[in-house]
């Protein structure tokens, strides 16, 4: 059964309009949905694999408050790119289909007191990150960061000939279990459209993702804490 957005994350998905957000900053239009190990598998074989990623995804957030309002604050190590930091903030979705405001920043360039390290333990918004990010931190009473925790997922990029491409995750949460999604992310509508029939139909058990990857951390991760708890 395929996990549900909470009811507070509903409210501030639909809370917010594509034309508001658009006057605001970088819009990712991305069609997702979640499949079956076996789905993964059968999805490699519509086109050319061209990419392997292995990602390093680390999490923040100030007692949930992002995860609350369905965003996402991440510093990503990838194999492929430079150490990545990234605000992911909803906008709207239907279907499968959502669109998030995204801020992205190279790891390197923030004011971070740490020092080297890509993905300190605590990030100070007001003094090492940069001003639109602040604010944007700000709107949901977000002022000092903490590292929750990391996953790690593998990505891969399926070439289509004559359409685009399809990302295809495989993660790995803290509670041992591993989740497997379809991405699809394109400026062309009909681009998207085409390649989500074909999703649909190569992938049998393909259900709209309805949470993020932040979302699935976070119940995997307070699941795995609540039975620590009754073990102990």
């Not at 995750?169 to 390649?195: C, F, W, Y």
């Amino acid at each position: 059964m395929p996990l549900q957005p909470s009811k507070s994350e509903n409210m501030l998905w639909n809370s917010r309009s594509i034309g508001e957000i658009q006057e605001q900053g970088h819009l990712e239009v991305e069609t997702k949905f979640e499949i079956s190990s076996g789905d993964f598998d059968r999805l490699q074989t519509i086109g050319n694999v061209r990419r392997c990623e292995r990602q390093l995804n680390v999490y923040y957030d100030a007692h949930w408050k992002l995860a609350d309002s369905a965003c996402t604050l991440r510093i990503r190590l990838a194999n492929y790119s430079s150490p990545i930091l990234a605000l992911k903030v909803p906008v709207s979705k239907a279907g499968e289909q959502r669109v998030m405001r995204e801020f992205e920043v190279l790891a390197r360039d923030l004011r971070l007191e740490s020092g080297a390290s890509l993905h300190p333990t605590k990030i100070d918004a007001e003094r090492e990150l940069p001003d639109e990010l602040q604010q944007q931190l700000a709107r949901f009473g977000v002022r000092h960061l903490q590292r929750v925790g990391w996953v790690r997922n593998t990505r891969l990029t399926v070439e289509v000939q004559g359409i685009g491409a399809v990302e295809l995750d495989r993660t790995k949460l803290p509670d041992g279990t591993v989740a497997h999604e379809a991405e699809i992310e394109s400026p062309d509508a009909v681009v998207q459209r085409k390649l989500a029939v074909l999703v649909r139909h190569c992938a049998y058990d393909a259900k709209p993702s309805h949470v993020s990857k932040f979302e699935r951390f976070r119940r995997a991760a307070l699941s795995l804490e609540a039975m620590n708890r009754t073990c102990g």
